[in-house]
């Protein structure tokens, strides 16, 4: 099966549990590749393998100082832009008709995706959430995303796997 033609470019995510975390997701759906902007941490690592289990090999993965450079890297290409992040203009993931190939941005557990990284997304996706939390986890949210996204790619290149 060829890889979900998106990228995912990390925005300062602190924990190094949620990077293994968010790395095995993307072994899962086989995704293109990754991006680990600023302060977030990069393999080799014990506690991003701890809950990667590997999938830190068999994911391609740069890490990237200035990702705002790399998203405008990206868009020159004509990659779509996505950003996982609640605004006021974000739709939720149910209402979304993603366009390949494409970038899928992540931001800090706090903070989200920083307002620099923002101005240049073209579509901002949410989760719809019922209880008290406005949020999932960040690696737990990508995981919904990157499971959408692989749904929707396979329909579209009619992969029955």
């Not at 998106?6 to 899962?28: E, H, K, P, Q, W």
């Not at 705002?68 to 868009?75: A, S």
């Amino acid at each position: 099966m060829k890889r979900l033609p998106c990228i995912l470019v990390v925005d300062n995510i602190r924990s190094l549990y949620n990077i293994g975390s968010i790395f095995r997701t993307a072994d899962g759906v086989l995704l293109e590749a990754i991006r680990l902007g600023g302060i977030s941490g990069c393999p080799p690592n014990r506690q991003i393998e701890k809950t990667a289990l590997g999938a830190t090999k068999t994911v391609p993965y740069r890490h990237d100082v200035d990702i705002v450079d790399k998203v405008k890297y990206f868009k020159k290409l004509g990659r779509k832009i996505y950003a996982l992040e609640l605004t006021d203009k974000s739709k939720n993931y149910t209402e979304i008709q993603f366009k390949f190939p494409c970038v899928l941005i992540i931001g800090n557990e706090v903070d989200g995706v920083s307002d620099k990284v923002m101005e240049l997304v073209d579509e901002a996706v949410d989760i719809s959430m019922m209880g008290r939390a406005n949020s999932l986890n960040v690696a737990t949210a990508f995981a919904v995303i990157a499971y959408e996204m692989l749904r929707q790619w396979k329909i579209k290149n009619n992969c029955t796997k």
